[in-house]
Nanobody
Framework: QVQLVEFGGGLVQAGGSLRPSCAASGGRTFSSYAMGWFRQARGKEREFVAA????????YYTVSVKGRCTNPRNNIKNTVSLQMNNLKPEDTAVYYCAAVAGGAPWSAVVRGDPRVFGSWGQGTQVTVSS
């Protein structure tokens, strides 16, 4: 099973940018995993945010972040990032990366069903002050 470690969260003022990232190790070749990002604000349910396919050629963003985020991956460095711009206080949350379990179709990935994702990182805090 792939192990995922997030880093790169932090504190930023509204309108600023952050780039939480995720490093993968173990498991299958990293390029065989589609990857997703979720976030969970205090007192709220975990929310699906973005996904990227195995090659990086196809991405998906939910309405909450579309137009403000990109989701690049580097299959040589085994990393995936969530570049977030024009951050808002409502973006404050713990951000998690997750690897799709083998065989799940892209249509299932973009529905953001957590059961599609077989491995999760520990999360990184993103805080946006107003």
């Amino acid at each position: 099973q792939v192990q995922l470690v997030e880093f790169g969260g932090g504190l930023v003022q509204a309108g600023g940018s952050l780039r939480p990232s995720c490093a993968a190790s173990g498991g299958r070749t990293f390029s065989s995993y589609a990857m997703g990002w979720f976030r969970q604000a205090r007192g709220k349910e975990r929310e699906f945010v973005a996904a990227i396919n195995w090659s990086g050629g196809t991405t998906y963003y939910t309405v909450s972040v579309k137009g403000r985020c990109t989701n690049p991956r580097n299959n040589i460095k085994n990393t995936v990032s969530l570049q977030m711009n024009n951050l808002k206080p409502e973006d404050t949350a713990v951000y998690y990366c997750a690897a799709v379990a083998g065989g799940a179709p892209w249509s299932a990935v973009v529905r953001g069903d957590p059961r599609v994702f077989g491995s999760w990182g520990q999360g990184t805090q993103v805080t946006v002050s107003s």
